[in-house]
């Protein structure tokens, strides 16, 4: 198969072109040698790349280029003869067959070799913008391989602009296909470019380096593959060094790597932990750096002697003061690290508690400050965490206020920050009788009452059991029972037909607390709806009702019920 005669009329890097082409097209056929012909097959890509970009260069009549796109031609008629034979099977031996495939391997690597020196040069420019073609959606897994060859080819050999264009055209795909993201790493050393491109002097190179490597990194599966090729060192070292741009997308690709414990030792053995927390310390940094710098602090915490190197920086404070930012992501990953950091150890706990933790988080919930609701639902439920498990860190937290703030919030709030306040006070209620005391001076009694016939059971529990709690103390007992229709609803939810009840057994138990007193006694005797605890006690639906009815039919109550009991 000559060169010349197969496509006559065409210069001779068309020719090369489209024989190298026939060639790609042919192989696909053949069953056997399957090894030697994928490296020829991988080569002759590589060629072909190197060849189409040559052709949207303004390089004249050069003669380098015109005499290797002659030898290119020769070499693509030989394999196309090799290809027919393994085809056909028609080979005389498999020794001569292996050793002709040999042959024509070493002259493609040499072809390839020297196109890649004549690019070197500089003898070849780009003297227009490239547009790749691009397989249409749906395109076959060879056609897919086939432009992402091509792609890296000209990364490897194009100057500054080529390089720039192929990895952007790249990224394009990885974003809307992720099967190129597959076809990318089978190809090879398309990863092993990409991280050396993450040390590139150009700007440009290392942006769009890290951008395409991000992406990939987004793949559970393929994560393994960026850490063995060495990634992280480079991310880092943008991280660190890099443009604004760059420094997103490392963060971004070693927010991804590190949801892996397994890769924190290799981000701190790098001096990433330095590098992002100097980030982080930065006042003139924006969310979209920051936001994933504290995602990567964050997945780091989990590994104790990092935890300890961050609390020696500092990281405390510095979260602190980025809880005050005006971005949300920052508000949200800052609290977010905070309670990674402090998350089952008590004396840092209490460090973010000491070095003003809650004063910011407070500050967020505060309502004359303009924050999200996203913001602000983090920063409760932060609250809870760092502060409930000691009883100096609630007596701190209510010092500053927190009881009001709750009580605007499930009067005031959206409904996700309703229940969460809900949530929250109703745990408050359980740490202290100073606490109890405090809600109850606040008019959370009433709050609660209103929630006992709300439509979700599990707020209508909520309520009950803070309810149960509260009236323990004496001073909210009294408050409770001075409003009639406080009793009145307790004792209607207890009717057994009620199907849209509470919980009677903190409905029970709240009750009981009320006989302690006797105005409490005499109202639930003289509601019209006492009999319920009869109907209750003699169904024998709770042992509990069984008691109230007992504690209220002694002495000299025992007449005035069985007259209101038994009218």
């Given at each position: 198969?000559?060169?010349?005669?197969?496509?006559?009329?065409?210069?001779?890097?068309?020719?090369?072109?489209?024989?190298?082409?026939?060639?790609?097209?042919?192989?696909?056929?053949?069953?056997?040698?399957?090894?030697?012909?994928?490296?020829?097959?991988?080569?002759l890509?590589?060629?072909?790349?190197?060849?189409?970009?040559?052709?949207?260069?303004?390089?004249?009549?050069?003669p380098?280029?015109?005499?290797?796109?002659?030898?290119?031609?020769?070499?693509?008629?030989?394999?196309?003869?090799?290809?027919?034979?393994?085809?056909?099977?028609?080979?005389?031996?498999?020794?001569?067959?292996?050793?002709?495939?040999?042959?024509?391997?070493?002259?493609?690597?040499?072809?390839?070799?020297?196109?890649?020196?004549?690019?070197?040069?500089?003898?070849?420019?780009?003297?227009?913008?490239?547009?790749?073609?691009?397989?249409?959606?749906?395109?076959?897994?060879?056609?897919?391989?086939?432009?992402?060859?091509?792609?890296?080819?000209?990364?490897?050999?194009?100057?500054?602009?080529?390089?720039?264009?192929?990895?952007?055209?790249?990224?394009?795909?990885?974003?809307?296909?992720?099967?190129?993201?597959?076809?990318?790493?089978?190809?090879?050393?398309?990863?092993?470019?990409?991280?050396?491109?993450?040390?590139?002097?150009?700007?440009?190179?290392?942006?769009?380096?890290?951008?395409v490597?991000?992406?990939?990194?987004?793949?559970?599966s393929?994560?393994?593959?960026?850490?063995?090729?060495?990634?992280?060192?480079?991310?880092?070292?943008?991280?660190?060094?890099?443009?604004?741009?760059?420094?997103?997308?490392?963060?971004?690709?070693?927010?991804?790597?590190?949801?892996?414990?397994?890769?924190?030792?290799?981000?701190?053995?790098?001096?990433?932990?330095?590098?992002?927390?100097?980030?982080?310390?930065?006042?003139?940094?924006?969310?979209?750096?920051?936001?994933?710098?504290?995602?990567?602090?964050?997945?780091?915490?989990?590994?104790?002697?990092?935890?300890?190197?961050?609390?020696?920086?500092?990281?405390?404070a510095?979260?602190?003061?980025?809880?005050?930012?005006k971005?949300?992501?920052?508000?949200?990953?800052?609290?977010?690290?905070?309670?990674?950091?402090?998350?089952?150890?008590?004396?840092?706990?209490?460090?973010?508690?000491?070095?003003?933790g809650?004063?910011?988080?407070?500050?967020?919930?505060?309502?004359?400050?303009?924050?999200?609701?996203?913001?602000?639902?983090?920063?409760?439920?932060?609250?809870?965490?760092?502060?409930?498990?000691?009883?100096?860190?609630?007596?701190?937290?209510?010092?500053?206020?927190?009881?009001?703030?709750?009580?605007?919030?499930?009067?005031?709030?959206?409904?996700?920050?309703?229940?969460?306040?809900?949530?929250?006070?109703?745990?408050?209620?359980?740490?202290?009788?100073?606490?109890?005391?405090?809600?109850?001076?606040?008019?959370?009694?009433?709050?609660?009452?209103?929630?006992?016939?709300?439509?979700?059971?599990?707020?209508?529990?909520?309520?009950?059991?803070?309810?149960?709690g509260?009236?323990?103390?004496?001073?909210?007992?009294?408050?409770?029972?001075?409003?009639?229709?406080?009793?009145?609803?307790?004792?209607?939810l207890?009717?057994?037909?009620?199907?849209?009840?509470?919980?009677?057994?903190?409905?029970?138990?709240?009750?009981?607390?009320?006989?302690?007193?006797?105005?409490?006694?005499?109202?639930?005797?003289?509601?019209?709806?006492?009999?319920?605890?009869?109907?209750?006690?003699?169904?024998?639906?709770?042992?509990?009702?069984?008691?109230?009815a007992?504690?209220?039919?002694?002495?000299?109550?025992?007449?005035m019920?069985?007259?209101?009991?038994?009218?």
């Amino acid at each position: 198969m000559g060169g010349g005669e197969q496509f006559p009329g065409v210069s001779g890097l068309r020719r090369a072109v489209e024989l190298i082409r026939a060639v790609l097209s042919l192989s696909l056929s053949i069953r056997v040698f399957a090894g030697k012909w994928k490296l020829i097959r991988a080569k002759l890509e590589e060629l072909h790349g190197g060849l189409i970009a040559a052709e949207s260069c303004d390089s004249g009549e050069n003669p380098s280029l015109s005499r290797l796109a002659a030898a290119a031609a020769d070499t693509a008629g030989e394999c196309h003869d090799l290809c027919r034979r393994c085809v056909d099977v028609s080979y005389s031996g498999k020794l001569l067959m292996q050793s002709d495939l040999d042959v024509a391997l070493t002259k493609l690597d040499a072809h390839a070799k020297r196109l890649s020196e004549i690019y070197k040069t500089g003898i070849l420019t780009n003297g227009f913008a490239l547009v790749v073609s691009k397989p249409s959606l749906g395109a076959s897994r060879e056609d897919m391989r086939f432009y992402v060859r091509d792609l890296t080819t000209r990364m490897k050999i194009g100057d500054l602009g080529m390089k720039q264009q192929a990895l952007r055209n790249l990224l394009e795909v990885v974003l809307e296909d992720e099967k190129y993201v597959k076809v990318m790493v089978d190809v090879g050393d398309v990863v092993h470019l990409l991280v050396g491109f993450l040390g590139s002097s150009e700007v440009e190179i290392q942006e769009e380096s890290a951008k395409v490597v991000s992406v990939v990194a987004g793949f559970d599966s393929y994560k393994g593959v960026l850490v063995t090729a060495g990634v992280i060192a480079p991310l880092v070292k943008v991280l660190d060094c890099g443009s604004e741009v760059g420094k997103v997308a490392s963060a971004r690709c070693l927010m991804k790597l590190t949801e892996n414990s397994d890769n924190a030792w290799c981000v701190s053995a790098h001096g990433g932990v330095s590098v992002l927390l100097k980030i982080c310390d930065r006042a003139d940094c924006g969310g979209d750096l920051v936001g994933p710098a504290c995602r990567v602090l964050r997945n780091l915490v989990g590994v104790e002697e990092i935890k300890r190197f961050m609390v020696d920086q500092g990281a405390v404070a510095t979260f602190i003061r980025l809880v005050r930012s005006k971005e949300e992501a920052i508000q949200v990953n800052s609290i977010g690290f905070l309670l990674s950091i402090a998350s089952g150890d008590e004396l840092v706990r209490q460090m973010v508690v000491r070095e003003g933790g809650v004063r910011a988080l407070l500050r967020v919930l505060d309502p004359k400050w303009s924050y999200s609701s996203k913001t602000r639902e983090v920063a409760m439920r932060a609250v809870e965490d760092l502060c409930f498990s000691s009883p100096s860190s609630v007596a701190v937290l209510m010092s500053y206020g927190f009881v009001d703030q709750l009580i605007y919030y499930v009067r005031n709030g959206e409904v996700s920050i309703q229940d969460l306040a809900l949530k929250v006070a109703t745990r408050l209620c359980g740490t202290s009788e100073e606490a109890k005391k405090a809600l109850g001076d606040a008019g959370f009694m009433q709050e609660f009452v209103k929630f006992l016939n709300a439509k979700s059971f599990e707020v209508r529990e909520m309520a009950a059991e803070a309810l149960s709690g509260m009236v323990m103390v004496p001073r909210n007992r009294k408050r409770f029972v001075q409003d009639d229709h406080n009793i009145s609803l307790l004792l209607q939810l207890l009717d057994p037909e009620e199907g849209n009840s509470g919980n009677k057994k903190f409905l029970i138990s709240i009750l009981m607390c009320l006989t302690n007193c006797n105005s409490g006694r005499k109202k639930i005797v003289g509601s019209g709806y006492a009999k319920n605890i009869e109907k209750l006690a003699e169904a024998e639906v709770s042992s509990d009702a069984k008691k109230l009815a007992k504690k209220l039919s002694t002495n000299r109550f025992r007449s005035m019920l069985s007259g209101i009991w038994h009218s």
